[in-house]
């Protein structure tokens, strides 16, 4: 699946909602609205969450799916983002794995993007975290 991001948004509360988040929105190549929500807690995941497999980040459509720990891989190369998803939970999304995020007319600022994807990728259980790829701790700028 390929998508024109026509927006990518950061969202930050330590206090009501304790989340951090990335939001991605745009166009596929049918020119269907799509939009993924990445995000996690600001706080440690209680025992509960932990037995429930949510003890990290998550994903979310704009359908209102949600799955725990479903990346394999995140890659930026340039002004593409590649998520790459397992198997299982793609079709659980209802999407086609990878999705391929074109971020070239979105405005965003790479090393912002890299910095809140680390700070969500890379927290939680450690097994269901992924690759990091092209996300280094500078980060990278986006072509214009």
Request: charged share 30%.
């Amino acid at each position: 699946m390929r998508l024109t991001a026509a927006e990518v948004g950061f969202f930050e509360d330590y206090e009501d909602d304790e989340a951090l988040e990335v939001g991605i929105a745009g166009v596929d190549g049918a020119g269907v609205r799509r939009s993924f929500s990445i995000q996690r807690s600001t706080y440690e995941p209680d025992d509960q969450e932990v037995r429930s497999g949510m003890d990290s980040y998550c994903v979310s459509t704009e359908r209102g799916f949600t799955v725990y720990g479903c990346l394999r891989s995140v890659r930026l190369t340039g002004a593409l983002l590649t998520l790459q998803f397992t198997v299982e939970d793609a079709e659980v999304l209802d999407v086609a794995t990878p999705v391929e995020v074109d971020l070239s007319g979105s405005g965003v600022d790479g090393v912002d993007l890299t910095g809140r994807l680390r700070e969500i990728l890379d927290w939680g259980a450690p097994e269901k975290r992924p690759e990091l790829i092209g996300l280094s701790a500078a980060g990278p700028p986006l072509p214009e």
